[in-house]
DNA sequence: TATATTTGAGACAAGATAGTCTTAAATATG
DNA sequence: CATATTTAAGACTATCTTGTCTCAAATATA
């Protein structure tokens, strides 16, 4: 597995906020319910993001959590960095430790070079974009796609 | 993580063979000594490899595994769909069913070509291609360093 | 101020992966 | 044939990930 299912809960979480209007605190118990999470778990993988920097919070009664930045300026790869660490695109694909150019593995080169692949990727897509897409295209966000992606500024 | 520590292992444990001479069969236990992996575990990984029809093996003294095929026709790609399966390179990012060019999410197209690229590298690379460069280079197949590759035809 | 709501923190349970151990079956060799 | 060696099969334990639940702290609002 690339990702772990924390990582693509908060992911999936963080498109959704990056697809509302980021003027209001959000809760997660509609996150939750909107993209068909568990509530709770849910409430603690957003609490990561929130501890890396990425979300701000507010608690009681209209509060809940948005963006920090503007979603244009959050890469995927922040995402993956404070739920899954950075594991994926600096560790070796065989397992051994110091793995790199000075000391490779028979496997190093190939997979340094798709490992970048992947990093870049993660690198240059924003939630904008993905936003962008799923609006322009009415993609599904959800298991069963009953997610719309109406503007949710309650 | 890309690969589970078993796939890892699976790997190895192959290169190990595909950089001996495959006219004997060798032990598990002597694999394990060398590649400094628990020999229980590499016993059950092994297992599977020969299950999926990639080693063959026999009992007793004298007894051991070896590749059914020589190694340059054993691409990285088979191993991991033996141990692995082939989620990794065919499944959504996010996690969701059924995501493809006809039902995507917003990022499926991204994600399809970085998987892609995984793919044809697994594909493309074979065991003897590992060999070789790990022979030309001396290279480590273990985190110690202590892995040699001259012949072990015992 | 009292209440309802919502995040924060962490204990706890369930499930998957990783790793160990025991026993059985096959087989080479003396 | 007896024995030692080695894979095969599967029970068992440990650790990590996933998911649930409880209670505390903050806060908007009546």
């Known amino acids: 597995m690339l990702l772990s299912k924390s990582c693509i809960y908060g992911m999936r979480g963080a498109l959704y906020l990056a697809s509302s209007s980021n003027s209001k605190y959000i809760s997660i118990k509609q996150i939750s319910n909107d ?3 568990s509530p709770h778990f849910l409430t603690k993988i957003m609490q990561e ?3 890396a920097g990425l979300l701000e919070s507010q608690k009681g009664p209209k509060g809940g959590v948005r963006l920090k930045k503007d979603g244009n300026e959050v890469a995927l ?3 993956v960095a404070a739920i899954d660490g950075m594991d994926l695109l600096t560790e070796c694909a065989l397992g051994l430790p110091g793995c790199g150019t ?6 190093h080169e190939q ?3 798709t490992r970048d692949e992947i990093r870049v ?3 240059e897509t924003t939630l904008t974009d993905l936003a962008r897409k799923g609006k322009e295209g009415n993609l ?3 298991a069963d796609g009953t997610f719309d992606w109406l ?3 309650n």
């Open 102 to 107: 000075a000391k490779p593995c028979p496997l």
């Open 49 to 51: 993001l929130t501890k």
């Open 121 to 123: 990727m993660l690198e």
């Open 77 to 79: 790869v922040e995402i």
């Open 151 to 153: 503007p949710k500024d």
């Open 111 to 113: 997979w340094a070079d």
């Open 140 to 142: 599904r966000i959800t």
């Open 35 to 37: 993209l068909d999470i």
